[in-house]
Structures are given as C-alpha cells and as structure tokens.
C-alpha cells in the first residue's frame, strides 16, 4: 500500500480496513458504491403498474406487507433462515417474496409448501431471475427488503442502495458490508446480530409492527431518502475526480 499514492473506499468497513494497514487520511478519498439513479425512480407510472401487475399476477392483497428477498438464492445470502424466521413469527396478512435463482430454491419451495396454506399463515411467493431493468417494480412490490447474510460473502450489498432508492427501509445483518454506512438500526431500517440465532426473528417483528403504523413508516421514509442521497455516480465520480487531482499535488 505504501506504493500507491491515492485510494478510493467505499464505506466505513472499507475505509477502517485501508486504515488498519497504515493508509494516511490525505490519501483516502470516498468514492461510494453506488447505482443508476436515472433507473430506480420510484414515481415512474411505469414501475408502479408493474408493480401492481406482479402484486396481483401473485395474488397479494393491497393490505398485505409484503417482505422481499431478491439475489442468488445461495447459503450464503441464508434465505433459508430469513423463510423460516418469517414462518415462526406468523405475521398476519404477510408474504414473503423471493426474486432470483440459485441451489436453495428448491429447499425453500419444499419448506413453504409444508409450511403454508392454512388459516393465517404466511404466504411465500418466488419470481424468477430478473435483470437490472425489471428490478423496480419488484422493489415497489416491498415493504421490507430484507439481507441477512451472516459470513464475510456480503461485502457490500447494492440490492440495499437500489431498495432504499426506491423509497424501501431495509433489514440487514451487522456482517454485511454497507449495513455502517445505510442502515442505521431504527432510524434508516433495522440491523440485527448475526451471531444470535433468534435475532433476526425479533428485528422482524420490530420491523413489521413499525411499517404498520403510517406515522412511523413516513419517519423511516424520509431518513432512507436523506441516506441514499449521497449513493450516487456523481458522488463517486467526485471522489475518483479527488483521487486523480491528488496524484498532480
């Protein structure tokens, strides 16, 4: 590192890890890990009335909170964990949405058909892959998103930036890469410890009995909002811009 004479991070975690190996602050330069904005825009008539296509192509209720999972569906995202912290908690009038493919799918297909169709019972839904461009109306469709890895795979995360761009509060483990930089436990979303089996069961609740209550949910909304704000390619491209300038100096 001592070669090198200027270094882009992208959060906290990044920039503490430079940090660690003796990286000067006048070398650091924040450059955020970032998303198209001119694509997730939630207010586009567009997203919305796919979203309410996909809501009833699913067969969700308007009144139905619905809690997403979208990306590789692989151990190490531990969908399994979040299908069966949901199914515990039974929450009522709740789906639970999973957008993508992977080696799990097949478990938790097995795990929700044992596990649902009875009176009040969660329902657990799957959508297939769906490329960048598809992703917005899957995001409108939520009302949590949640990522709860719990290794060292998530070493970011950017399905966060793109939920909270479209105006989705988010639940995470402390072990995923942007959750010191976008998820403020109660404020922007809710984080819990990846090392308590029962927590993200509990940071579920505490979620959903949130978003339920109008005053609430506006609250969260607007922080996600001032949070994400700053997740730009601008902002990035601000930081390489710093970064390159340094190296005249």
């Given amino acids: 590192f001592s ?20 990286v000067p602050a006048r070398k650091l330069f924040f450059a955020p890990h970032s998303t198209n904005g001119e694509l997730f825009i939630r207010d586009d008539p567009s997203n919305r009335a796919k979203a309410e296509e996909l809501r009833h ?13 979208a990306g590789k569906l692989i151990e190490a995202k531990q969908p399994m964990m979040l299908l069966r912290s949901l199914l ?35 329902k657990v839904r799957f959508l297939p892959f769906a490329n960048q461009s598809e992703m ?34 988010c639940l995470v483990s402390n072990r995923v890469g942007c959750q010191q930089d976008l998820v403020t436990h109660g404020e922007t979303g809710w984080v819990f410890d990846s090392g308590d089996p029962r927590a993200l069961g509990q940071a579920l609740s505490v979620a959903l009995e949130q978003l339920r209550s109008p005053t609430r949910r506006e609250q969260i909304t607007k922080a996600v909002d001032r949070r994400i704000a700053g997740y730009t390619y601008e902002r990035t491209s601000e930081g390489l811009l710093g970064a390159l300038t340094a190296l005249r100096a």
């Fill in 136 to 169: 917005p109306s899957r995001y409108l469709l939520a009302d949590l998103f949640v990522l709860p890895s719990i290794g060292v795979y998530e070493t970011w995360g950017l399905a966060i930036n793109e939920a909270m761009q479209m105006g989705v509060p």
């Fill in 57 to 69: 192509k699913l067969d969700l209720q308007p009144s139905t909170s619905v809690v997403l999972f």
């Fill in 88 to 122: 515990d908690l039974r929450a009522p009038d709740t789906a639970m949405v999973f957008v993508g493919e992977g080696p799990e799918k097949d478990r938790l297909q097995r795990l929700a058909s044992e596990r649902t169709g009875g009176v009040g019972a969660v």
């Fill in 3 to 22: 070669q090198f004479a200027s270094f882009l991070y992208v959060g906290k975690a990044n920039r503490e890890y430079f940090e660690a190996f003796g």
